[in-house]
């Protein structure tokens, strides 16, 4: 892999490399957090979308400055429908424990959580009507804290988190094929919420300009020890001669662009192998052996005493946490929140890909396999594009099979994708990094 990206960085540009090698990082954590539940427990979780969606939706809740127009039209009747959700989940509570189980319970669940609906819609409604009439071009949501956008990272995987146990209260006791049909389900209704609810996340309007933790290129280049730090790495030619003001230049835009990129790198690296030693830890732990012995024989393990079900929930909570914050890191990176590029069949499957070709159970195959697949899916449609372009040169401007070729060309990656997982199954099943039980396993 490093090969692979060293032979990008001088073929088409280290901006490039770099910018693979951090979507690479981040696609390692999201495979580790697939990996702590497929892995460890054989929970197969369909859903991976919906905690990246929310981890993504934290960096906005944390970092974006509050709109303070948004807050003074809506942010009152808000409060009051949320007051009354709360007060309709008390009084729901209150009416299941002090009245006994009949009729009378019942009709009584059915006015309360009717009347609270009720209430609760009115104001919901005028709150967040009058928050999306605030310039609606620009803001038209509530905003966040104003806090380092960093902090979002662990608020996304805390999200997540809370998330995750409702889906496991809810979705867990079912049986393992219904339980992927129901997280993706869930995932599916995530996504929707966060693409219509305009008052919270802009909808597909996107939220942009979000703060970074890294410096930005324009400041770099006005920075001047970057001035002098590119200026000694580029000040002469070949021949001895200084360089022109033009190419220093255009060194300086480049070089800013690899600096910002490098610092991203590290953060990413850090959060990576932060995860990763904890995890290791954790699977070598008795903790570790017990969800193993539980995804291998369930009927066995409940016979010994374990709580199967709260096990599973404990792994499919602490996974998805990691997922949050890997979505939490990419809209860091991107420096903005887009709800529709989250699409849960596409992006869950490449997910799905990394775990399977690296290894499932093996921390360090998630994170090979991330890197594997990642890059394929960038690089499979340039390179397909500059072979076809050879190729083209040898066939006649009236060929066919040039305009087919130029075609077929971009949806290269899908059948790469495909072959590489045919391969992997078919010669190594386990994975290119199998799990290895300990020895005291």
């Not at 009709?107 to 709150?127: H, K, P």
């Not at 809209?331 to 929140?337: I, K, P, V």
């Not at 994708?417 to 391969?423: S, T």
Request: proline share 3%; net charge neutral; with cysteine.
């Amino acid at each position: 892999m490093a090969l692979l990206l060293m032979i990008v960085g001088f073929g088409q540009s280290w901006n490039v490399a770099l910018a693979i090698f951090n979507l690479c990082l981040i696609s390692a954590v999201m495979s580790m957090g697939l990996n702590m539940q497929w892995g460890y427990a054989g929970l197969f979780n369909a859903g991976v979308m919906a905690s990246t969606a929310i981890g993504g939706l934290t960096a906005i809740l944390v970092s974006y400055e509050p709109v303070a127009k948004a807050w003074s039209a809506g942010g009152s009747s808000l409060t009051v429908a949320l007051v009354f959700l709360l007060l309709t989940i008390i009084a729901g509570v209150l009416v299941w424990k002090k009245i006994p189980k009949g009729g009378k319970r019942s009709w009584s669940m059915t006015a309360v959580v009717l009347i609270g609906y009720l209430f609760m819609r009115f104001f919901f409604d005028q709150a967040t009507s009058a928050i999306e009439a605030v310039e609606p071009a620009k803001t038209g949501f509530l905003g966040g804290l104003g806090l380092p956008i960093i902090f979002s990272w662990l608020a996304g995987g805390l999200a997540a988190a809370g998330l995750a146990w409702l889906i496991g209260r809810i979705s867990l006791g079912l049986r393992s094929d219904y339980f992927a049909i129901a997280t993706l389900g869930i995932s599916e209704i995530m996504i929707s919420i966060l693409k219509n609810e305009d008052w919270l996340s802009r909808g597909v309007k996107n939220v942009t300009g979000l703060k970074r933790p890294v410096p930005y290129e324009v400041d770099l280049q006005q920075s001047e020890w970057f001035i002098k730090l590119v200026s000694w790495f580029y000040g002469t030619a070949e021949d001895g001669s200084a360089v022109s003001a033009d190419v220093l230049r255009e060194a300086m835009q480049l070089s800013a662009g690899v600096f910002v990129k490098l610092c991203y790198s590290a953060l990413f690296l850090a959060v990576v192998l932060i995860i990763l030693g904890l995890a290791t830890r954790a699977l070598n732990s008795p903790w570790g052996r017990m969800m193993r012995a539980i995804r291998d024989n369930e009927t066995a393990a409940s016979a010994m005493g374990k709580d199967v079900t709260s096990r599973h929930r404990q792994v499919f909570v602490i996974g998805s946490a990691v997922i949050g914050i890997s979505g939490a890191m990419l809209t860091t990176l991107h420096g903005q929140f887009t709800p529709g590029s989250y699409i849960p069949l596409r992006f869950t499957f490449l997910i799905w890909v990394m775990v399977i070709i690296g290894g499932s159970g093996n921390n360090l195959g998630s994170i090979i396999g991330a890197f594997i697949t990642w890059f394929v899916w960038i690089e499979a449609e340039p390179t397909s594009l500059w072979l076809v372009g050879h190729i083209n040169e040898l066939l006649a401007e009236t060929n066919p099979l040039r305009h087919h070729l130029m075609e077929v060309a971009p949806h290269m990656r899908m059948i790469l994708m495909g072959l590489i997982l045919v391969m992997v199954l078919r010669f190594s099943p386990k994975g290119i990094l199998p799990e290895e039980a300990p020895e005291h396993y």
